[in-house]
């Protein structure tokens, strides 16, 4: 119980990494503030925190929405008080070659700029009066390398990135801690679901996995928690991939 008497935000809570992570921190005996854009997949997550003994509140809405983060951060200190964790999970991804790509401000908005949003929020509302706090962002191994196809992905996840290590160096003399986890190929909806990836082209990845399968989106949750507890009071600036070991394999050297 790590986490008793700590308020958590877990933004793209309503599916895979953000679900399990949502619920994990509240296993662990945080209170959770749930945001999802889909009300109903929100909702799902919050009936499962509270079937399992934990407890958890809605914010469904848009992360893009500067305004709607602002609001939703204001709604939980008004009924909380107090806020010890955000994680930026929320994404999306659009695949096209980059000559057709045309998703450039809704990719960018919801996977950086909604971070930052959020960030700031919580920062002026909880985590800089109280002087202490802990942001995980999530980003991607493509955040750290190209993947073919994804241009508004991947120049999102290095945002992400540099937007880590820049709060992370600003808001230390605040304490508040500011890492990011970079997940390699994780097995959630968007990978092995109806619209996931291609089988064929799935296989392919996991191929060149060192630890020869996907990661689970419990492990990556696992290492979001980490970052948000006291375990990890002096790790801040931190850019993690958690991958099987795929950023150390050389591109050109197969399996």
Same mark, same amino acid.
């Given at each position: ?7 958590? =935000?877990?933004?793209?809570? &309503? *599916?895979? #990494? ?6 994990? %921190? +509240? /296993? ?99 985590? =800089?009066?109280?002087?202490? &706090? *802990?942001? #995980? ?6 955040? %750290? +390398? /190209? ?104 591109? &050109?050297?197969?399996?």
């Amino acid at each position: 119980m790590r986490f008793t008497d700590r308020v958590a =935000i877990v933004t793209g809570a &309503g *599916a895979g #990494i953000g679900k399990v992570t949502a619920g994990l %921190l +509240a /296993a662990q005996g945080a209170i959770v503030a749930v945001n999802d854009l889909d009300a109903a997949a929100a909702a799902a997550t919050i009936d499962d925190i509270q079937a399992n003994g934990g407890q958890a509140l809605a914010i469904p809405g848009d992360v893009a929405d500067e305004g709607f983060a602002i609001e939703a951060v204001a709604e939980v200190m008004r009924v909380l008080g107090r806020i010890d964790i955000l994680v930026n999970n929320a994404g999306v991804s659009v695949v096209a070659p980059a000559e057709d790509f045309v998703a450039w401000d809704r990719v960018l908005r919801t996977n950086l700029y909604s971070q930052f949003f959020w960030s700031k929020a919580v920062a002026k509302a909880a985590m =800089i009066p109280a002087a202490r &706090g *802990a942001i #995980i962002n999530v980003a991607s191994i493509a955040g %750290l +390398a /190209a993947v073919p196809n994804q241009i508004g992905y991947v120049v999102s996840k290095h945002g992400v990135v540099g937007l880590t290590r820049s709060l992370a160096v600003e808001w230390g003399r605040y304490g508040i801690r500011v890492n990011c986890v970079c997940p390699g190929i994780t097995a959630t909806d968007l990978t092995t679901g109806s619209s996931g990836m291609d089988p064929a082209r799935l296989s392919a990845r996991i191929a060149r996995v060192p630890l020869g399968r996907m990661g689970t989106a419990q492990e990556q949750a696992e290492t979001i928690a980490f970052l948000a507890s006291d375990e990890a009071s002096y790790l801040s600036g931190l850019v993690l991939n958690n991958d099987g070991g795929q950023m150390a394999l050389h591109s &050109g050297v197969m399996m």
